[in-house]
């Protein structure tokens, strides 16, 4: 065990509402940051990022970012800070990394015993909140967006809920572009395929739309899906958590008190 890893490491929770803006800012330490409900979107690097519920974005020191609350209801954002030397077993680029709800758990009872004054077993929480973070998986981008004339609108479509019962053939049959040319362009721009990239902005939608109460059998058939299981397999396999289980930790969270 780390001695002194409270002096290496800090966590810190803010709450935010629709629209609130994080001005530029970069510090000396690495930072990595996610919701542990709603969205943010980020602008590091010249790039733009979105941070949903399973997806956390890490910032090695002095990069420079900024950000937005995307949802309709608060967004409670957590900051883990880290000392530059620790620093060093992260990448020195942006990246996204995966969290799982284990890891979410673990930072809100790192919280608790921090408030509570322990500090042996706050030490041992963040021996752990890092091996976690080492560990995790490591992605260069979760929703890339792209400015490119070309694709922009076709983003626009896709990410679309009004449009997400018709196929992504059907959409993109308004483009007078080759699946050739989508491919080639869709790489270049985002490195993913517009399946992929359609099914995470799908995700996306539903983690809002679940916080606000929609029930699962409306949301599966505003997706597109004809039967909720094949909703509830797609959402568990891109989360790694049911909508029953993510609708009943915003409930609790929105019951919670504000700190």
């Not at 950000?67 to 880290?82: G, I, K, N, P, Q």
């Not at 322990?118 to 080492?134: E, G, I, K, N």
């Not at 721009?189 to 099914?199: C, G, K």
């Amino acid at each position: 065990m780390t001695a002194g890893l409270e002096q290496r490491i800090e966590i810190t929770e803010l709450f935010y509402e629709k629209d609130d803006v994080i001005y530029p800012h970069s510090g000396l330490w690495g930072d990595f940051n996610f919701c542990l409900n709603g969205i943010l979107e980020y602008e590091a690097a010249g790039q733009i990022h979105w941070s949903p519920p399973s997806y956390g974005l890490w910032l090695p020191p002095h990069t420079a970012h900024h950000s937005v609350a995307l949802d309709e209801h608060t967004t409670h954002y957590v900051a883990v800070r880290l000392d530059p030397a620790l620093c060093r077993g992260f990448s020195a680029q942006v990246e996204v990394l995966s969290i799982a709800p284990f890891f979410r758990q673990l930072i809100q009872e790192t919280l608790r015993l921090w408030q509570q004054g322990s500090l042996s077993h706050y030490r041992h929480a963040l021996q752990m909140v890092l091996d976690q973070l080492q560990a995790a998986p490591k992605h260069d981008h979760y929703l890339p967006q792209s400015r490119h004339a070309v694709l922009q609108p076709i983003l626009a479509d896709l990410a679309a809920p009004a449009l997400f019962t018709k196929s992504l053939q059907q959409i993109l049959a308004r483009y007078a572009l080759s699946e050739r040319q989508l491919l080639r362009l869709s790489q270049a721009e985002l490195q993913l395929s517009l399946s992929e990239w359609r099914s995470r902005a799908k995700i996306l939608h539903a983690a809002a739309q679940l916080r606000q109460g929609i029930s699962i059998k409306a949301l599966a058939a505003e997706l597109g899906y004809q039967h909720s299981s094949n909703f509830i397999e797609f959402f568990k396999r891109y989360t790694g958590q049911t909508p029953a289980q993510l609708k009943a930790g915003a409930t609790l969270r929105r019951s919670a008190p504000h700190r």
